[in-house]
């Protein structure tokens, strides 16, 4: 399923006290390739993953998911992504198989065959023998996989996901960016991935959208063409450096004018 | 820290080592003083009437009548209270009608209400129930409004992504995530059942029971030592109480141990 982001504005707060956090941000995500929006902090790509996943609404501009043979606008925003956000959002209170069967439960599915749903899936990202844990009881990485899980359930083409590593520590992270990388190659979702990690951006993504400091704009597509299945690996490559390079250059501009709006804000407020 | 085993031994006897001093010294003050047993009894006595009095089954009669009276205090504030509260969270109008209430109510030192009740309802029972639930009412109705009011937006949101609809987001998020604010309104509230059942057995009432009549006549005819027995079972049961909600919390909800967000 392409989606399609045309001309999305985002604007918070009165009149007086405005922020732009979007600024007629257009891209088009096309179908089956994983997108890293990669971005100084406070440059509204979160927001607009929110945006795209009909959870925040856009105070102008329209996001199209298009899918071949299908009426436009058959189906509400919303209902064929599903995000996996940056703290994670277990809930506390369910177990680790109620978390995961939560999407399946709210449809109104028999406990039986969400419970076998969830089982499976729960072991397919190594967490059989934690069904009765409680999200409190688990390490950060495992957190992660129940999110993971509770997401792909939902067996929805589009997956938003919201830094979703920024958390962890470097191990875990790493390990968790090959199982997605895995995932991905297995299901071939539509993947918009949120990332300040200009590393993980290449890794991960068919493309890396550089957003510019707020209001966020698309600043450059760079096109990201190495091999499938990548591993960790690839960082070392001269392909990658090169890359890594153009998009360091690219970024750095727009640290520097985050930061230095931040400063001012700062400034504004003592 | 790394504790010694000795000093781990000491941090477990001192605190009972402690107690057993104090009432040796009492004891001991007592007797070479020659303090008269009306203004202040030795522990031993106190011990002999405590016991006399859990014997001839009077301790048990007065303590058992209090509990019951703080239970179904309890229970009627902790259900219109908990009602209440998530209405007024989960509506809007309820929320605006109810606020004008408890704000005019809920600075009200709710004893300064004990006249009127004893015009109203009598000194009997009715009396004795309704001032304690009136008082536990307000903690508890504010700590569920606000546990709904605070639930976690993020919650919501990912509730919301996974395709619950507003009811269910209500049944399955929201009071889910009130409830560790509910358990800190319900431990208030029995707080202050237990002052104010006690209170009231003190105040004003006619049915000659509870640990509150069996303090204040004890009190009026100078048995000091009767007044300490049911002063050490009105703390033992105090404790007691707390312990059990605690116990609880954790089995109603054991999240809240562990949840380290």
Not at chain 1, 13 to 18: D, K
Not at chain 1, 99 to 115: I, K, P, S, T
Not at chain 1, 153 to 165: A, K, N, V
Request: hydrophobic letters at 50%; aromatic letters at 6%; proline letters at 5%.
């Amino acid at each position: 399923m392409d989606v399609i982001v045309d001309g999305v504005t985002q604007i918070w707060g009165e009149a007086s006290t405005q922020v732009v956090a979007l600024d007629r941000f257009s891209h088009h995500f096309r179908s089956g390739r994983l997108s890293c929006l990669l971005g100084p902090s406070g440059c509204g790509k979160s927001t607009l993953i929110q945006i795209v996943g009909g959870l925040e609404p856009a105070t102008q501009g329209s996001v199209g998911i298009h899918a071949p043979g299908r009426p436009q606008d058959a189906r509400p925003l919303g209902a064929d992504s599903v995000m996996v956000w940056q703290n994670l959002n277990l809930f506390p209170w369910r177990s680790v198989i109620d978390n995961v069967a939560f999407g399946l439960e709210m449809q109104g599915l028999g406990r039986d065959e969400r419970y076998a749903r969830a089982r499976a899936l729960i072991g397919s990202v190594g967490l059989r023998g934690f069904e009765r844990h409680l999200p409190g009881q688990l390490s950060g990485g495992m957190r992660q996989r129940v999110a993971l899980a509770r997401a792909l359930i939902m067996e929805r083409p589009i997956l938003l996901m919201d830094e979703p590593f920024a958390a962890l520590d470097a191990q875990t992270k790493i390990v968790m960016q090959e199982e997605l990388l895995k995932i991905f190659d297995q299901t071939h979702k539509t993947v918009l991935f949120v990332t300040h990690a200009i590393e993980e951006a290449i890794l991960l993504g068919d493309e890396v959208v550089v957003m510019t400091a707020r209001p966020g704009r698309v600043k450059e597509v760079i096109a990201i063409n190495l091999p499938r299945p990548r591993s960790l690996e690839l960082v070392n490559s001269p392909e990658f450096g090169a890359l890594f390079d153009r998009t360091f250059h690219l970024i750095r501009e727009e640290v520097s004018a985050a930061m230095a709006q931040q400063d001012a804000m700062a400034s504004a407020q003592s | 820290m790394k504790r010694t085993p000795r000093a781990k031994l000491l941090e477990n006897v001192l605190p009972a080592l402690s107690v057993v001093a104090v009432l040796v010294v009492w004891e001991l003050v007592v007797r070479w003083r020659g303090i008269a047993p009306i203004l202040l009894p030795a522990p031993s006595s106190i011990a002999v009437y405590l016991w006399r009095m859990i014997v001839d089954g009077t301790m048990e009669y007065h303590l058992g009548v209090t509990l019951l009276r703080i239970f179904v205090g309890f229970a009627l504030a902790a259900v219109s209270g908990i009602a209440l509260g998530l209405l007024m969270g989960m509506s809007r109008i309820v929320y605006r009608i109810a606020d004008v209430w408890i704000a005019a109510l809920y600075p009200l030192p709710k004893i300064s209400l004990i006249p009127l009740l004893l015009i109203w309802l009598g000194s009997g029972e009715a009396y004795r129930i309704v001032i304690s639930a009136v008082t536990a009412f307000f903690p508890i109705v504010i700590s569920t409004y606000s546990g709904i009011r605070q639930a976690d937006r993020g919650l919501i949101k990912a509730a919301m992504d996974l395709g619950a609809n507003t009811r269910q987001i209500q049944f399955k998020v929201v009071i889910p995530a009130a409830m560790p604010s509910i358990l800190a309104g319900l431990q208030l509230g029995m707080g202050v059942t237990i002052i104010l059942i006690v209170a009231a057995e003190m105040i004003g009432g006619s049915s000659q029971s509870g640990m509150g009549y069996l303090l204040i006549s004890a009190g009026q005819v100078l048995e000091t030592e009767k007044v300490f027995a049911a002063l050490l079972v009105l703390a033992v049961m105090g404790a007691a109480i707390i312990k059990l909600q605690q116990w609880v919390d954790r089995k109603v909800a054991p999240w809240i141990a562990h949840d380290n967000r």
